[in-house]
């Protein structure tokens, strides 16, 4: 895959963003800056990153609710002002950009899961009636993959040849209940040829093997050949969400487990890549991560001192992470 030094360098800048940031989360939850809850997305930073880099502006992605979505939104080219101030409670004077932002083709987290596949649907039959070569990349969970709405929604997409990409992020626990407990086969990309679909399984660590992937489904979706899936294979590195038991049923998830997938670290493998491809110095990666460490502490300064929303200002209801 031709990506310049440029692309490279965005992404890695954008895993450890990702991963600083979900950081900055999991640490104010416990200080108490942080106000109401957090599903980290630790370890799946590539998800997001290889996924929503380098999209076109005008094509539609959904995505996925882990790290309440900041990989992708910064994949995206969004700020995350808004999205820092909004879980700390506050309120931006200025717009914030989030998951719900109709200019760049994003509508919000469903927090409903599964709701929104008939609206990927919706998005896709435009993408085609626009004739513009947009497409939809629609991001959801291995348990997500149950809801009978993506079978609807996988069905009418094959039938009617939608430019939709199907991608499940599977790290293959949904909340409490491992994917082994939920689905008889391995690869939920085993479901698309039953819609007639191609699929691909990718190694969820390798933020390029997760680029190349959803890059090759979207230039076929491009050309008119109708949708397809790509199965990512990833790991959340904490509990479902933060306060909550990390656990498969009513037991620990596995040490082993969490520990093999700790040695994939998207973050630490990209940067290993980087290195060893020679696209970036062992200093000026060191200044990327400072770089991240000094954003993180501003944002965190910007939403401490920004103000908590006034109650009877009926524009606070307008919530932008959530659409449900
Ligand atoms: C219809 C519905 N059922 C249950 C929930 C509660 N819930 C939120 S996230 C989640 C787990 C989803 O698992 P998966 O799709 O694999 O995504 P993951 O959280 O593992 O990234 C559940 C059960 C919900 N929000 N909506
Ligand atoms: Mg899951």
Redesign the pocket.
Known sequence: MDLTKQQLTEMYTNLVRARKLDELMVEGLKSGKMKGFF?SGQG?EAVGVGGASFLRDDDYLYP???GHAIAFMLARGLSPKGWVAMHYGKMLTEKPEGPSNEERGLFGIA?????MFPLAVGWGLSAKKNKKGQVVVCF??????N?GTLHEGMNAAAVWKLPIVWAC???L???FTP?TSAYARKDVADLAPAYDMPAVVVDGQDVLAVHEAIQAAVARARAGKGPSMVEVKTY?YRA?AEGMPDVSHADPRPKKEIEAWKKRDPVKLFRAKLLEMGTLTEAELAKIDKEADAEVEALDKMAMESPYPDPKDPSILNTWLYSA
């Open positions: 599903h799946e996925h609710h882990r927090g409903t899961i599964g709701g959801f969970g291995d348990g997500s993959s809801r992020d599977n790290n626990y949904a909340q994917l959340r479902h």
